[in-house]
Each structure stands twice: as C-alpha cells, then as structure tokens.
C-alpha cells in the first residue's frame, strides 16, 4: 500500500514563549503557557513552579492572548481533520 504523506504550511509550536501576564490587580509574573485544564489554564514560571488558575484573573489583554490560543490547531485537532478526510 502507498505512504500518503500530508504536509502543513504551519509549524506546531512545542512551547509558548514567555510572556508577562498580569492579573486584575495589577501584579505581574513572567511565565509560559503550558495548557488549558477544563475552565482554568496552566502556566509555569521559569523557576519551574507551575499554577493553574482561572483565566478570569488576567486583564483583558491576556485573556484576548488566551482566546487566540485556543483558537490555534493543535496536533490533536490536526490529526482528527485528517481522519475526516479518509472516511
């Protein structure tokens, strides 16, 4: 049977960078996004302590930073819609 190969004009970012998030009150942590966990996120300082919060304590800025990721495919998704194609 032939190898069909798909290839993407994207590339699957391993890590989000690091970036500053500040919360309602105005503190800021340098930190990287890591997932999303039900209705909270996951992110991780670069001492390696990770915290998983709720995304309602960020401004407006990185809650708009957290809507535009989980708007972008992720290999999950990617290998579903591939799946979709060959049924």
Do not use: C, Q
């Not at 590339?11 to 209705?39: N, P």
Request: aromatic fraction near 10%; avoid cysteine; proline fraction near 3%.
């Amino acid at each position: 049977a032939p190898l069909i190969v798909l290839s993407f004009g994207y590339v699957l970012s391993a890590e989000e960078a690091v970036r500053t998030w500040t919360d309602l009150k105005g503190r800021t942590m340098e930190a990287r996004f890591i997932k999303f966990a039900g209705d909270k996120i996951v992110i991780k300082r670069s001492d390696g302590r990770s915290f998983t919060v709720s995304s309602s304590i960020f401004l407006e800025g990185d809650r708009k930073h957290l809507n535009e990721l989980r708007r972008k495919p992720t290999p999950t998704n990617i290998v579903a819609g591939i799946s979709n194609l060959f049924r």
